[in-house]
């Protein structure tokens, strides 16, 4: 073991009182704490953006065509042949929507009827749905709602599976539907589509390709990438998670001063030892390396009991249902957690470099200590 090392391990020996030892826990404690909080907010924040993002880019279209006035089958047609020469698009399908009442065992609920172009025919419920309707596949349910000649229709559905996307609103007030249903279900002799849902290679550039939509389809058409139509979403959990991070760094902070405290403290206490290795023959640069190393051990001890309670937490509850718990009306309805090892590696790496700044003002004042200074009043 390097000999400046050993010192510095040597110099924080508890066996030694006085107040260097009760400030030496309490930095450690408070830099524990602080890497706890720090990872466990950085953690589940990232946990709930991760399992958001991954669950509508799943779950719904990555682009959104709509005419803004009439357009003709034809020019949608035209738009939507355009549309799937873009590149990175990976496919482009006709869709429509409507409203209505459904009714089943005495349970009603308005709900979204969506088509889906990939089903050859029948009705999907969302589970959410059917377990409030209490329907199952093979049951009917009655529909209320205006009808492509704008009267009231009544029709009878046959539920012929339940699904699950993930999100709330979709699960619970919206049932999918082939082309050929929905023509049915709202009078249409023939299916026609009020507009285009795009699906992309890389959700992740949604707005950079339906900018270049636009830009193709022209001003009689609006297009919608699903980041923008989800962008309050997305900003409240993001300013959340800044915040949290911003007051867990202020606790972080409070436990780097602790530290500067606790290192000028050892300074202090060990002036006359550091004085017998300067008559020794010990560098000036070796004694301030020496302090420098006792801030990283500190920061490293108060770390890995952080890290340990983090795992410890995660193995012991649930934080899935904390996170569902504290983040109410949550489109989510389930996310997965998991520590990632390269961000706690960082984190370490973070306490420590501030740690050896914390210390470089101890460290400094220790490296101008006099040889024989201190050993005249011993």
């Known amino acids: 073991m390097p000999l400046v090392l050993k010192l510095a391990l040597r110099f924080l020996s508890l066996k030694r009182g006085g107040l260097a030892r009760f400030t030496t826990i309490g930095a450690a404690l408070i ?42 089958s034809t020019d949608l047609e035209t738009v939507k042949a355009l549309v799937g020469t873009v590149n990175g698009v990976q496919n482009a399908r006709f869709a429509s929507s409507a409203n209505a009442m459904i009714t089943a065992n005495g349970q009603s609920q308005f709900v979204l009827v969506k088509t889906h ?7 999907v419920f969302g589970d959410l749905l059917a377990s409030k309707l209490q329907i199952t596949a093979g049951e009917e349910a009655e529909l209320l709602l205006l009808g492509q000649d704008g009267k009231l229709r009544r029709v009878r559905i046959r539920a012929n599976g339940i699904s699950s996307t993930g999100l709330y609103q979709e699960d619970a007030g919206q049932i999918t ?28 550039s949604s707005e950079t390709i339906a900018a270049k939509v636009a830009a ?45 405290v606790t290192t000028a403290v050892l300074v202090r206490e060990r002036s ?32 890995l009991p952080g890290i340990a309670l983090l795992y410890l937490v995660f193995a012991m509850t649930d934080p899935t249902a904390f996170i569902l718990t ?25 306490v420590i470099v501030l740690s050896v700044f914390a210390g470089l003002f101890p460290a400094m004042k220790a490296a101008r200590v006099k040889p024989l200074a201190n050993l005249r009043q011993i």
Do not use: C
């Open 117 to 123: 172009e990939n089903m050859d025919s029948g009705v």
């Open 31 to 72: 830099i524990a704490i602080g890497v706890f909080a720090f990872l466990f907010a950085l953690t589940l924040s990232n946990a709930f953006e991760r399992s958001l993002i991954s669950t509508l880019t799943r779950s719904v279209p990555h682009i959104v065509v709509t005419p803004i006035g009439d357009v003709s």
């Open 326 to 350: 504290v983040a109410e009306g949550s489109p989510l309805r389930a996310l997965t957690v998991e520590s990632n090892a390269i961000e706690t590696l960082f984190t370490v790496a973070g």
């Open 216 to 260: 193709l389809v022209g001003n009689g058409f609006e297009v919608l990438s699903w980041e923008r139509s989800n962008l309050a979403v997305l900003d409240s959990i993001r300013s959340a998670k800044r915040f949290a991070l911003t007051v867990v760094s202020l606790l972080a902070a409070v436990g780097i001063l602790g530290l500067l």
């Open 177 to 204: 539907v082939s082309t050929r249903e929905y023509a049915a279900i709202v009078g249409q002799e023939v299916f026609t589509p009020q507009g285009i849902e795009v699906h992309l290679a890389e959700p992740m």
């Open 272 to 303: 006359h030892d550091i004085s017998v290795l300067r008559t020794m023959g010990l560098r000036s640069s070796s004694i301030a390396s020496m302090v420098l190393l006792q801030s990283a051990v500190i920061a490293l001890s108060g770390s």
